[in-house]
């Protein structure tokens, strides 16, 4: 069965890469959620309080990969301890959020938070936000497949290249 997850973990371009090698996972759009802008660009949401968050919205086959899987992913492949911010990229549109569609979705991803809380995984208080979701606007063209198309860009080989290589390595089971 084809379902919708909604995340943001600061750039989107990192969390395309991840989540477009994951088993299951049928698509994965780059885009803007959270906010209150009914037309949000890469531009705007970098310069005025937008309210959006950098986002991917997955399409998955839940027969394949649970959501709650995909939350999994979601907080053991970006730093969800960081309010407002993931490593160099600082402001509200690089904060953590998960968005969830229906009420087990929301239920899924407070429990897989709390487990990780109560375990101090990360050892600093957890800050993702558990958000409904409102509404994606998907990302200016540029930014789709933005990894894949621009491997030799300084920002892939210094920030994704390494963050790739470390979900490889933890997440193989779920590899495509």
Request: with cysteine; hydrophobic share 30%.
């Amino acid at each position: 069965m084809t379902e919708t997850a909604t995340f943001a973990a600061g750039c989107f371009w990192c969390t395309e890469a991840v989540f477009k090698e994951v088993r299951g996972v049928q698509s994965v759009v780059p885009g803007y959620a959270g906010g209150t802008s009914k037309h949000p660009s890469y531009e705007k949401i970098h310069r005025a309080n937008s309210g959006h968050a950098e986002s991917v919205q997955i399409s998955f086959d839940s027969s394949v990969v649970p959501y709650e899987t995909l939350v999994q992913i979601f907080f053991g492949t970006h730093d969800p301890t960081q309010l407002n911010r993931q490593g160099n990229d600082v402001g509200e549109e690089y904060r953590s959020v998960i968005f969830y569609h229906d009420e087990e979705q929301k239920e899924v991803a407070e429990r897989v938070k709390g487990e990780l809380e109560s375990e101090r995984v990360f050892g600093k208080p957890i800050v993702t936000a558990i958000e409904p979701f409102r509404g994606f606007y998907e990302a200016e063209p540029e930014h789709l497949d933005f990894y894949a198309r621009n491997r030799k860009q300084p920002y892939c080989q210094a920030i994704i290249d390494p963050k790739m290589a470390k979900f490889r390595r933890r997440y193989q089971e779920y590899l495509k």
